[in-house]
């Protein structure tokens, strides 16, 4: 049996995990990759080095992030979770969020710690993916 | 370090796995759903019931399909293959693959199974996503 989830499961499910894909349009064409992420209720807070994900981003903003449960093949869980993509240039909040992020994912990579340390030249792209619409489904044997 | 991974490593990556991230456009929104998958080498099979992935698909046959190993937060490699949506309607080759899928995931749903031994009504899509790129990136630590 296919279910939907209910809003309070498809929110635990994303509050619970710290592993997604986050999906985006390059080129008019979907492009998909896993992430870690940082959910706080409202939105999700993702890192990343500037790049293909990004450049897309800032040209097609609208994204999504996917997460999901699977214990074997008739029993997972998905979630999506639809959204707009914000560049976080505001240093109090780069500093903020990079925080948290460390503490999560305590091996960003040295280059990325080593700015998040002494505040150096901004590389590292951090960003809010705004939830707009969560959806999830369930399947249980 | 983060490198680039050999078209074969790419390849093998592919192969070895059956379970990946699907990402089509759906009014103009990425949207990301996870799928068991059977890749011969030049296209992958996917079997589906009909829903929003199908409907965007149809309407906007670019998609991607994402891979990945992750063993732990430093240590991962990740595929994207991206190519064409095809649903297959001739039906000596729906029964080839559905034959195949049904041998790699014996747990399609009570009704996909039927389907697949009666021949019954056609419920059940299965498409191809013809690969047209596929790149890939690994970390090691």
Redesign the interface.
């Known amino acids: 049996m296919?279910a939907k989830l209910s809003e309070e499961e498809a929110q635990e499910l994303l509050q619970r995990n710290e592993?997604g894909?986050l999906?985006?349009?390059a080129d008019?064409?979907?492009?998909?990759?896993?992430v870690?992420y940082l959910y706080d209720g409202d939105s999700v807070y993702i890192h990343s080095l500037p790049g293909r994900k990004i450049a897309a981003l800032r040209r097609h903003p609208?994204?999504?992030l996917?997460v999901?449960e699977?214990e074997r093949?008739?029993s997972?869980r998905?979630v999506?979770a639809?959204g707009r993509y914000e560049e976080i240039g505001d240093e109090q909040r780069r500093a903020y969020y990079l925080k948290q992020l460390l503490r999560r994912?305590p091996?960003l990579?040295p280059v990325e710690s080593r700015l998040v340390i002494n505040a150096g030249p901004v590389e590292v792209i951090l960003f809010a993916i705004h939830i707009e619409e969560v959806t999830g489904l369930k399947e249980e044997?």
């Open positions: 296919i592993l894909r999906g985006c349009i008019d064409r979907p492009y998909v990759v896993p870690n609208q994204a999504c996917q999901d699977i093949e008739r997972w998905s999506i639809f994912f091996h990579t044997w």
